[in-house]
């Protein structure tokens, strides 16, 4: 008995055909797979351009927004002390207490304003004193609500040739010594700071109520403050302005006019 053995086709395997769309053919015995190609050198590397291309795109967004938040961050920051200062100027103004008119009356204190002033305990020359109820009650501080203020330019601790405008404050005004005054740090740079008044028809830069043959012994109707700061020499910086209004009311039993 003979026996005879299958011949088995030989298996025929050819590669894949590369190119751009092309599809390779992989053949087993009579069997034929078709199989899809992957990306090209090409096209990884116009991926790759446009998506540095996206990312050079995001960069620059990233960079303009950090520099705006910089920005804004240094002119937030450059304004905070002159609201500072203006929130001070306007308590201060708001709460004067009544003229003296060259006399000692109760509840009431001096109003001046003008270059070159001079008060009691302050070394320097001051732009404004005025007395104002806006003292702090506490137990270390035993006396009363109206304090003397006064706004003045002295030369910088820090700087060399810079000055910085102060408030300085007295507390204890019945001291027969020389009075203590606390000076405040309000604004550093500041080249002048200028106080007028206004008297209901122009603004007068010179105010004293103290002296009783002055032409102004009462309060005026509204405060101007120029403040200037100091910036570079090609710079032309404008003076920051505020103008406070003073609720005031002189009152009086004297008949003024009667057609009785």
Avoid at 72 to 83: E, G, L, Q, S
Wanted: contains cysteine; negative net charge.
């Amino acid at each position: 008995m003979k026996m005879r053995l299958k011949k088995l086709p030989i298996a025929d395997c050819r590669l894949p055909i590369a190119g751009s769309g092309a599809q390779g053919i992989f053949s087993i015995g009579n069997r034929k797979l078709e199989i899809e190609n992957g990306f090209t050198l090409v096209e990884m590397i116009l991926a790759i351009g446009v998506a540095a291309l996206v990312l050079v795109a995001v960069n620059a967004v990233l960079f303009t927004a950090l520099h705006l938040r910089e920005v804004t961050t240094d002119v937030v920051d450059a304004a905070t002390p002159v609201d500072q200062t203006f929130t001070y100027l306007r308590r201060d103004l708001q709460c004067v207490v009544t003229p003296t008119n060259g006399t000692s009356k109760v509840l009431s204190g001096g109003f001046r304003l003008g270059n070159g002033l001079s008060s009691a305990g302050a070394s320097d020359p001051v732009a404004a004193e005025i007395f104002t109820a806006t003292g702090a009650l506490s137990a270390s501080s035993p006396w009363a609500d109206i304090q003397r203020v006064t706004y003045e330019l002295k030369n910088s601790a820090t700087v060399s040739g810079q000055r910085d405008l102060y408030r300085s404050v007295t507390r204890n005004l019945l001291s027969v010594n020389t009075p203590d005054v606390a000076d405040q740090l309000l604004l550093n740079g500041v080249e002048s700071v200028k106080f007028s008044g206004y008297d209901g028809a122009q603004w007068v830069e010179t105010w004293d109520t103290t002296d009783p043959n002055s032409t102004y012994t009462n309060l005026p109707l509204a405060v101007k403050v120029e403040i200037k700061m100091t910036g570079d020499s090609n710079a032309k910086l404008e003076p920051v302005e505020l103008v406070v209004p003073i609720d005031s009311v002189v009152r009086t039993n004297m008949v003024l006019s009667s057609n009785q």
